[in-house]
């Protein structure tokens, strides 16, 4: 094994055992409230006058600001009813990576961000394993932008009316490549039911953008073996935009 690969096994955990390295959880102040703007699309949404197709075609033409604005009001499902706040979602808006998960846990809801409970903690040292780095070139986004009762996975009605959103968000971020974080992000994005076994290893398209798949970080937690899987999806991944921006390089 080399030195490189040892560093980057190490950096993973993966030290015999890939384990979750302590470290304590970042202090980070709560969100402001919602801005006049969002209350007002909150009155302004129009999930409750337009089809979902007239909705994201709306949804569509969206900038940044809107789209936010949009989300911080939205009551297209019922999932608005229990949330604290939406998760929009964090990071470089100009993105190469794209890291897709399932929807906010309780620690998200709370802070507004995805990704900031333990799962989080884990996602950020799986991006380190590959030299990468929350917000620098990595957005990371849900599904679902609204907490989903007892964490339980979105309902098919659910994840539709948030499509449009995410869909505008990545039209917007035009990513090198996405990364999909757990069986129902692969799913909902593939549009196609599929094990993750049948999925993971392979290179799938969203909308014309390469798409790999791989394990949760909850899950992760939960199954300790599935975490040197998860580290031979990322290396798959590193490959993968290695060899993207070759090509890019070499078109120009």
């Known amino acids: 094994m080399s030195a490189r690969r040892r560093e980057m096994m190490k950096e ?85 990576w794209l890291f897709v998960g399932e929807g906010p846990g309780a620690e998200e809801d709370l802070k507004g961000e995805p990704f900031v409970g333990q799962a989080g903690r884990l996602l950020d040292n799986m991006l380190a394993a590959i030299q990468l780095k929350r917000g620098k070139d990595v957005y990371i986004a849900n599904i679902v932008k609204c907490r989903p009762p007892n964490n339980r996975a979105p309902e098919p009605l659910e994840a539709a009316q948030c499509e449009p959103y995410l869909q505008r968000q990545i039209a917007l971020i035009q990513p ?16 196609r039911e599929a094990s993750i076994a049948s999925l993971r290893g392979r290179l799938h398209a969203y909308r014309g953008i390469p ?36 090509s890019s390089a070499a078109a120009t």
């Not at 090198?176 to 549009?191: D, E, M, S």
């Not at 949760?216 to 073996?225: I, K, S, T």
Request: charged share 20%; with cysteine.
């Open 211 to 246: 798409l790999i798949v791989t394990y949760h970080p909850a899950y992760l937690l939960r199954n300790l073996p599935g975490k040197a899987e998860a580290w031979v999806d990322l290396c798959f991944a590193v490959k993968t935009m290695q060899d993207l921006k070759k």
């Open 12 to 96: 993973l955990g993966l030290a015999p055992r890939w384990r979750q390295r302590g470290r304590s959880q970042r202090s980070e102040p709560s969100p402001p409230p919602v801005q006049d703007a969002a209350r007002a699309a909150a009155a302004d949404d129009p999930a409750p006058q337009l089809s979902l197709d007239a909705r994201a075609a709306q949804i569509l033409r969206m900038d940044w600001p809107q789209l936010k604005a949009s989300v911080a009001g939205c009551v297209a499902c019922p999932l608005h009813k229990g949330r604290n706040q939406t998760v929009f979602g964090v990071g470089d808006e100009r993105a190469s």
């Open 176 to 191: 090198k490549l996405i990364v999909a974080l757990g069986k129902v992000a692969a799913v909902n994005l593939l549009q």
